[in-house]
């Protein structure tokens, strides 16, 4: 059989994505090669042939995750008015789905704490993403007229991603609901978006 990029790249996304997948549900002490390749019907040998480590794959599924979540955040905000933008992008995020399906999450709160102890480029991919979802919102504030709109969509994401993270450890279900909304209100607030602030930003 001829050989055939278009299927080795294929293979090499497959792989991509389910490590992507390992790491929002598991944590990237559950990125085994043997598992991951026995779950694609791969086998462990063949890993070599698409990536030189367990730390290369890693950092391509943090870009992968980031990926889906910034793909995600145009599907959102594109052909919106810039407040209206925002008032969705925080009302999207700061949801119960969002806390509860894994599979489907932002790197941010799923990552921060183990970004720290992983390799080089590891760390590069997760700044890199943080930086494209901040220069997004950004974009969205600076439109709207702030001169601090980096240091707020900074601010605003570190508290969105950090009620996500808290939620999850919150045994009782009415009280993370209640965080994720009083997150809301004070993002809202923070960027001028509640209805008492809108006056002047």
Known sequence: MPYNPHHKARIRQSIVFEAAR???????????????????????????????????????????IFNERYAWMLRVTEGHPPDEALVRFIDEYLVPRHRDVFEEGCGLPMLASYVPHMSQACRERFAEGTARLEAALAKMLAALG??????????????????????????????????????KATVKSQLGLDKSSRGGI
């Open 22 to 64: 390992v790491l929002r549900m598991e944590g990237p002490e559950a990125m085994g090669v043997a598992a991951i390749m026995s779950k694609l019907g791969l086998t462990h040998g063949g890993f070599y042939a698409y990536f030189k480590s367990i730390d290369e794959l890693m950092a391509e599924a943090i870009m992968e």
């Open 146 to 183: 702030h001169k601090q709109a980096k240091q707020l969509a900074s601010c605003a994401l570190a508290t969105m991603a950090g009620a996500i993270g808290l939620s999850r450890t919150i045994l009782d279900r009415g009280s993370s609901d209640a965080l994720l909304g009083a997150a």
